[in-house]
C-alpha cells in the first residue's frame, strides 16, 4: 500500500509542481491582458484579490483566481488519482490484511 501511494501520487509531485510553475505565470499575465482578450479591468482584479481570488459582477461574471490556476492541472490530477484508485483496489482486492495495520 504505501508502496502504491510512492509510486503512484508522491513521485508524481515533482512533475505537477513543475508543470503548475510553467503554466501559472501564462494565467496570471492573462488576467493582466486588454478586456478584449479576457483581461481584467483595474476594479475588478482589485475586488478579486481581497475577495481571496473569488469574485461575481454582473460586468466580469464569476471569476475564480484560484481555479483558473488550477485547470491547467487538472487533467494531470485526474489522472493521477484514477491511476491511483485503480492500483489501491487492486492491491486491497490482493490482500487479506487489515490497511489499519499496514503503517
Known sequence: M???LCEQIFDKYPEVVAE???TAPDVARAWG???????L????YKALVRRDG???SKSAGHR????????PRLR????LVSRFAKELGSSVDGSDTNIAHDQ
Open 2 to 4: 504505501k508502496r502504491e
Open 20 to 22: 503548475a510553475a510553467r
Open 33 to 39: 491582458a486588454h478586456k478584449s482578450d479576457g483581461g
Open 41 to 44: 479591468l483595474y476594479p475588478t
Open 54 to 56: 473569488i469574485y461575481q
Open 64 to 71: 475564480d483566481f484560484n481555479a483558473e490556476l488550477y485547470v
Open 76 to 79: 494531470t490530477s485526474t489522472s
